[in-house]
């Protein structure tokens, strides 16, 4: 069976939402009853890994956890920090030279499943960001250097790990395609090349796939920083794209809040 049908197949037959989106009406009802103080907390982060919860309605905190290639729970020890034991599965461009995105589909379903036995609500990946050059620091976590390539296998991904209840958050919008001065660079990028290379592969896994979380770049996209960037956020993921889920900074990756949130963060 192909990774598509048995996604759609496995929440249709136990009659599950698949995306967080599906529960809009709750939600609403639930942040009507919300001060904004209340609702400014809830963006807000308890620990490095955890969201705030909100005992009074019933929310709980949501814990995230890298990654892409093994789930990485943090956990502090005799020793100091260190990771609770996973399983380590082959990286992103392993995948990439598979051409499978039925294998894929596996990894994710295996990656959600460990993931919620660890109590990981939320793994942030994978990242599908297109690789420019063989020195790229981070080309082992990419799948491709081809767009439609890393938005099938991106998008399977997804898939796997959400149909084992665990949300997946794609990474890192947009063009965050070095590690190099990665946080204060600025990728001037046309109208085309933009669509065509750059955002194509997001769009595949956000249109196929319904990720719960979208995770915005620490650089700057033509002059403004991805987290901060309008158009980025609002225009083209969710009024374009139409989605619904989640849109969360990378670490420490929030110049200013207020122009955050105003973008759509």
């Known amino acids: ?27 609403r009802r639930v942040v009507a009853t919300m001060d904004l103080e209340s609702k400014c907390l809830l963006g807000e982060g308890a620990t490095c890994w955890t969201t705030r919860a909100d005992d009074a309605r019933g929310l709980p905190a949501v814990f995230l956890a890298d990654g892409p290639h093994g789930v ?28 499978d995105p039925d294998l894929a589909a596996s990894v994710g379903r295996a990656l959600g499943v460990e993931a919620r036995a660890q109590g990981v609500d939320v793994l942030l990946g994978p990242g599908i960001n297109i690789k420019r050059h063989p020195l790229g620091g981070r080309n082992f976590e990419y799948f491709s250097e081809d767009p439609r390539l890393s938005g099938s296998l991106g998008a399977a991904w997804v898939a ?23 946080m204060v660079t600025d990728a001037r990028v046309d109208a085309t090349t933009l669509h065509e290379l750059y955002l194509s592969a997001f769009e595949a896994v956000v249109r196929d796939a319904r990720p719960w979380c979208v995770m915005a770049a620490y650089n700057r996209l033509n002059g403004t920083a991805c987290g901060e960037n309008a158009w980025l956020l609002k225009d083209t993921l969710r009024r374009r794209w139409g989605f619904k889920g989640v849109v969360v900074s990378d670490w420490s990756g929030v110049r200013d809040a207020a122009a955050a949130k105003a973008a759509g963060l």
């Open 1 to 27: 069976m192909h990774w598509e049908d048995d996604h759609h197949l496995h929440f249709e037959e136990h009659g599950l939402a698949d995306h967080p989106s599906d529960y809009d009406d709750a939600s």
């Open 72 to 99: 990485r729970k943090e956990r502090v020890d005799a020793l100091g920090l260190a990771s609770a034991p996973a399983t380590c599965f082959p990286t992103a461009s392993s995948l990439g030279s598979a051409w």
């Open 160 to 182: 796997g790990v959400q149909r084992a209840g665990c949300g997946a958050c794609v990474k890192h919008f947009a063009c965050n395609n070095q590690e190099t001065c990665r």
